[in-house]
């Protein structure tokens, strides 16, 4: 993503809301863990909930503006939490924070961000040296097909309040001659005058591609579903869900 500007990292926030059943996911997978690592934390929803259900998380995201969304929302959790809430930048294809958690997630995509095998592998080794042994790493991917013709018109996509505007947003994909890579732009219109665009590359990452990086990191799958709830993965599954640990 380029570098965003304030506020198209509030309209940024507003839109992207997760997937039904996500933060039940990760709750649950949060659970008997206390130290918690979110890559790519963007407007902090998944975080602050973790925090406030008694964890110490660190966010982690590359986007200097979605962190000051993220520490702007900080103020509407106890204070309790609070304390145990952080949100640093950071690039989550390499990094290196001198310490250990119980659970690192990615949750939310946003490993479509990475946009070369390299750097997805390169992502799962830091994990993996992040992690307490026994400790769990647990992250969703959107499934899309390469074979199917990009639609790159422009849709209608919804429209959000900012509180002092209502903002009708479009949404246009934007083929590249790679097949697994896409761009998704946004358009954000209101008042019938003003506009923001913001454009975020992706790329669709295969489920051998993430078994290949999980062994080059030495991490070992526990869990692959095909959705939040659970179900099996087949090659219709919208989502690959994946729970895997740092063995002990
Ligand atoms: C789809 S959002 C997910 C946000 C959050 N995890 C959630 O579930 O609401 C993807 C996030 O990953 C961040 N991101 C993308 N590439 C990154 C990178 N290389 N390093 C750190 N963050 C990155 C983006 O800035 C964005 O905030």
């Known amino acids: 993503m380029a570098s965003l500007t304030g506020s198209v990292a509030h309209l940024y926030a507003l839109l992207h809301r997760g997937t039904p059943g996500d933060l039940r996911f990760y709750r649950s997978v949060c659970a008997g863990g206390s130290r918690v690592l979110e890559l790519g934390s963007g407007s902090g929803r998944v975080a602050l909930d973790l925090a406030a259900r008694g964890h110490v998380v660190t966010g982690m995201d590359v986007e200097p503006a979605l962190i000051d969304v993220a520490r702007e929302q900080v103020a509407a959790v106890g204070e309790d939490a609070r304390e145990r809430l952080r949100f640093i930048e950071g690039d989550i294809r390499d990094f290196d924070l001198d310490e250990r958690f119980d659970r690192i997630i990615v949750p939310f995509n946003t490993l479509c961000c990475l946009l070369t095998r390299s750097d997805l592998e390169g992502c799962f080794r830091s994990a993996s040296r992040h992690l307490e ?95 939040f709830e659970g179900e099996p993965l087949d090659d219709d599954s919208p989502h690959l869900v994946v729970v895997a640990e740092r063995p002990g």
């Open 133 to 227: 042994p026994g400790g769990l790493f647990a992250f969703d991917i959107y499934r899309g097909d390469p074979d199917t013709t990009v639609d790159e018109g422009e849709t209608h996509l919804v429209r959000i309040d900012d509180g002092a505007r209502s903002w009708d947003v479009y949404e246009r994909a934007r083929a590249h001659d790679d097949p697994f890579r896409a761009d998704t732009c946004y358009r954000f219109r209101a008042n019938g005058d003003e506009e923001r665009h913001l454009t975020i590359a992706q790329r669709l990452v295969t489920d051998d591609e993430v078994e290949r990086a999980l062994q080059l990191a030495d991490l070992s799958t526990r869990q692959r579903f095909g959705g």
